[in-house]
């Protein structure tokens, strides 16, 4: 899989996410900024991002499940006609995630061919894997997140869709049992598929 470098992208990653011992370790989503209400900070990055409608793009592909409970999110919140959406073909290259020029499989929003160059595009020089989902500030031309689970949230908590996907008296269960699914479910399949020994 390949890495942005200082805004760069580079097919081959020059430091794998591989332990001494051969185990994958999935490295951390760094684009962490929220949408809230009024516009000021969340709880894991600057302000400035308001929930308006039309403002947010979607980038995600259908096989990646990291996509999918943002996907789950935006039609469970009603937001299917407010947060536009690129659907990345669902096998990836030495580029990474791609897209088509046209069709089902194509970007509407920048006509890009490469999930990289979304990343590229954002104002300060990202270095980290290339990963969806990211969600898109057309308004601002920067990624909002390309955390999952922050972007599930944000659309249960900041828009007014009726369904609280997220209820705050809650949210101590929810981080409990995303915590357990997350080491032997969710990420369970990467740390078998991707581990370079037998023991890992």
């Given at each position: 899989?390949?890495?942005?470098?200082?805004?760069?992208?580079?097919?081959?990653?020059?430091?794998?996410?591989?332990?001494?011992?051969?185990?994958?370790?999935?490295?951390?989503?760094?684009?962490?900024?929220?949408?809230?209400?009024?516009?000021?900070?969340?709880?894991?990055?600057?302000?400035?991002?308001?929930?308006?409608?039309?403002?947010?793009?979607?980038?995600?592909?259908?096989?990646?499940?990291?996509?999918?409970?943002?996907?789950?999110?935006?039609?469970?919140?009603?937001?299917?006609?407010?947060?536009?959406l690129s659907i990345a073909k669902p096998r990836r290259t030495d580029q990474g995630w791609v897209?088509?020029?046209?069709?089902?499989?194509?970007?509407?929003?920048?006509?890009?061919?490469?999930?990289?160059?979304?990343?590229?595009?954002?104002?300060?020089?990202?270095?980290?894997?290339?990963?969806?989902?990211?969600?898109?500030?057309?308004?601002?031309?920067?990624?909002?997140?390309?955390?999952?689970?922050?972007?599930l949230r944000m659309f249960g908590q900041v828009y007014d869709s009726g369904i609280d996907t997220?209820?705050?008296?809650?949210?101590?269960?929810?981080?409990?049992?995303?915590?357990?699914?997350?080491?032997?479910?969710?990420?369970?399949?990467?740390?078998?598929?991707?581990?370079?020994?037998?023991?890992?």
């Amino acid at each position: 899989m390949g890495v942005m470098l200082n805004g760069v992208y580079l097919t081959e990653d020059p430091d794998a996410n591989t332990a001494q011992d051969g185990a994958y370790l999935r490295s951390r989503a760094n684009i962490r900024n929220w949408i809230t209400r009024d516009g000021s900070a969340g709880p894991t990055g600057v302000g400035g991002f308001t929930p308006d409608r039309g403002r947010y793009h979607l980038f995600v592909a259908w096989n990646c499940p990291w996509a999918h409970r943002s996907l789950l999110a935006r039609l469970f919140n009603g937001l299917a006609y407010d947060i536009s959406l690129s659907i990345a073909k669902p096998r990836r290259t030495d580029q990474g995630w791609v897209y088509d020029a046209h069709g089902a499989y194509s970007d509407p929003l920048f006509g890009i061919n490469a999930q990289h160059q979304i990343y590229s595009r954002h104002p300060d020089a990202y270095t980290g894997r290339v990963t969806i989902p990211v969600l898109w500030d057309t308004h601002q031309g920067l990624a909002v997140s390309n955390e999952s689970a922050d972007i599930l949230r944000m659309f249960g908590q900041v828009y007014d869709s009726g369904i609280d996907t997220c209820p705050p008296d809650l949210i101590a269960q929810i981080d409990d049992w995303n915590a357990l699914i997350y080491k032997d479910l969710n990420n369970g399949v990467y740390r078998a598929g991707f581990a370079r020994t037998q023991a890992a």
